[in-house]
């Protein structure tokens, strides 16, 4: 076999394995949804820490992370019992820290209807405002709360949703039920004065920028693929 004639069946060979998809390491996205390009981040003065459940983490779609890589000075820490975590314990022992977790409940202070005096009030001059978030679904996040005995003695925050949820992608229990990363826009849009973030600059909006390109993109992928595998003929 000549030099040339091998070259041509090696070329096929290698055309003929089987494509995987890029994956980007730090949005684990495949390279054709790939949203990194559009992250703007910033610093909301509230150390946002994601507590994100193990389903979460493998899902490709998680706006957890999304939120993570948009917010500077984030943590993003998987697990469902962190009674025993020591980056969370680390974060609670802080002095310097004054921390909340984001959860609707009997005893959550709604931010929504609180004054501007006070949410001013909520935060300590001399501390920095840490606020846990749950990302997970709504059953999965009820789970990590109750194993979790070092987040129940946390004083709890909420807020009254103002319009539906954008997460068409995946089915809520109500339209009203955000997302992670709507979540901690709408907290930062309330408590982030009372932080020392001026919100009249919009830098948060990036945040609902980055994840609407995002449903969107999938919308358009989802529809092109759908409309690929069609056979002819069929409507």
């Not at 060979?13 to 390491?25: D, F, G, S, V």
């Not at 054709?32 to 559009?38: G, V």
């Not at 998680?62 to 975590?85: F, P, Q, V, W």
């Not at 022992?93 to 001013?120: A, H, I, V, W």
Request: glycine share 2%; aromatic share 8%; proline share 7%.
């Amino acid at each position: 076999m000549d030099l040339n004639r091998f070259l041509e069946k090696r070329q096929l060979a290698l055309l003929q394995q089987p494509r995987y998809r890029n994956i980007c390491l730090t949005c684990v996205q495949p390279d054709f949804s790939c949203y990194c390009s559009w992250l703007k981040p910033f610093d909301p003065k509230i150390e946002f820490v994601i507590l994100i459940h193990p389903i979460e983490v493998r899902r490709r779609i998680a706006t957890g992370r999304m939120t993570h890589l948009a917010l500077k000075n984030s943590h993003l820490i998987d697990g469902m019992d962190y009674s025993e975590c020591a980056r969370v314990n680390q974060l609670l022992r802080d002095s310097s820290k004054q921390c909340f977790m984001l959860y609707p409940g009997r005893t959550s202070k709604n931010l929504t209807m609180m004054s501007p005096t006070e949410r001013f009030d909520l935060i300590a001059p001399d501390k920095t405002p840490v606020v846990f978030v749950i990302d997970g679904t709504w059953a999965t996040a009820r789970k990590m709360v109750r194993l979790s005995y070092n987040l129940q003695v946390l004083p709890r925050i909420c807020f009254t949703p103002t319009t539906p949820s954008n997460f068409h992608l995946r089915k809520q229990p109500k339209p009203e039920c955000y997302s992670t990363i709507e979540a901690v826009h709408h907290t930062i849009e309330l408590l982030g004065p009372a932080a020392g973030f001026q919100t009249a600059d919009r830098a948060h909006d990036a945040l609902l920028e980055t994840f609407d390109k995002m449903v969107r993109r999938q919308f358009d992928l989802t529809h092109s693929s759908t409309y690929a595998s069609r056979k002819p003929g069929r409507k």
